[in-house]
């Protein structure tokens, strides 16, 4: 007889503790690092501060390259703890210039750290990850990545670039669920961590993260939130079924396509292919119509678009990540914010942007 009170979900098994080690080399592969690779069971902004936490003490001076309000947030952390800060903020909803950054660190007088996130969701851009990882490098700078959104989107070798300190989440490009994080941390982060004055006995130590590595990675403090790795393995398995480069290939193709419909409707996007991102594309809409009178429009038509956040707010976005990059859902995308134009009033040339998106995935 069916009982109405039972779920699924109840009584879920716990998460076996000799798997969480193959779980870390896994996403080890996946970041094509030897690092030590970190779990941590939450989402990953508590990865984020955790970095900033266990990093942060009087005297460390870090270059913070501000590019949405997620870098912002990483150098409030990064001041809570005493660090002097020099931030380095990109022109609203704009990638970082190179020649910036160069500057910046050749008028600075000495730098332990830089921290920046790579593929922004917020706005849609990229930002030019190798050339300053080169820059950081060339000096002896620690480094910090915020891949959280481009992983699985876009390549990231993280020893061939020398990337100290990389978190992850695996929501975004990878499909997977979005309440457990990962990092990965090099011997020259761990140096900086383990100095003096770390935080010990709390969800933001990496340090004690670190007993879990030198423990034979037998199983994680605290208590598991099973379903969670049960659903990451299982995002895990989708990722080496399809393999990687392929997955960044969809992703590469969902960009290309989407931009290729929007220029066929007579859109222009916000940034060139250059400095835009695989995970979403964002345009500027018409001043009199708004990013919230399009939205809405769209979802009337059972399209879900979103605005641009903090400085990029004046945006709409068009999703492709994950799961999203494919076809269906780029042509839906477009088609959409095109019906959504021309419901407001302005010219649209649906079938081409159709055609435009059908010819780039060879349909």
Do not use: C
Not at 184 to 213: E, H, M, N, Q, T
Request: proline share 6%.
């Amino acid at each position: 007889m069916f009982d109405p009170g039972w779920n699924p979900l109840h009584g879920a098994p716990s998460y076996p503790a000799e798997r969480y080690a193959t779980l870390a080399d896994r996403i080890g592969g996946v970041l094509q690092s030897r690092n030590d690779i970190l779990l941590v069971q939450a989402e990953a902004v508590v990865a984020l501060e955790a970095v900033a936490a266990s990093l942060a003490r009087p005297g460390l001076s870090v270059v913070n390259i501000v590019t949405s309000p997620y870098g912002g947030w990483f150098g409030q952390w990064l001041r809570r703890g005493g660090a002097t800060l020099h931030d380095i903020i990109a022109e609203p909803g704009l990638p970082i210039d190179i020649e910036v950054v160069a500057k910046a660190l050749d008028l600075a007088p000495h730098i332990d750290v830089l921290a920046m996130v790579h593929a922004e969701s917020a706005s849609g851009i990229l930002n030019p990850l190798p050339e300053i990882l080169a820059l950081a490098r060339g000096r002896g700078i620690v480094t910090i990545v915020d891949a959280v959104a481009s992983i699985g989107g876009h390549r990231l070798e993280i020893d061939s670039l020398g990337i100290d300190v990389a978190v992850i989440g695996p929501q975004k490009a990878l499909g997977g669920p979005a309440g457990v994080s990962a990092l990965s941390v090099s011997r020259r982060a761990w140096d900086l961590i383990l100095r003096k004055g770390g935080p010990r006995d709390s969800i933001l130590s990496l340090a004690d993260l670190k007993s879990w590595v030198d423990d034979r990675r037998q199983g994680l403090p605290g208590t598991p939130a099973p379903l969670e790795f049960f659903a990451l393995e299982a995002a895990l398995d989708r990722i080496e079924a399809e393999r990687l480069e392929n997955v960044i290939a969809r992703h590469v193709l969902a960009g290309s396509a989407t931009r290729a419909g929007l220029a066929a409707l007579g859109v222009a996007t916000w940034v060139p292919a250059a400095k835009a991102s695989n995970l979403v594309t964002a345009v500027r809409v018409p001043e009199e119509l708004g990013p919230a009178a399009l939205i809405a429009t769209a979802r009337r038509l059972g399209v879900e678009l979103a605005a641009g956040v903090g400085a990029a707010a004046h945006l709409v976005r068009l999703n492709h990540t994950g799961p999203r990059a494919s076809f269906q859902t780029v042509l839906s995308n477009v088609v959409a914010y095109g019906a959504a134009l021309r419901q407001a009033g302005h010219a649209a040339d649906i079938a081409a942007a159709s055609e435009a998106i059908a010819v780039a995935y060879g349909r």
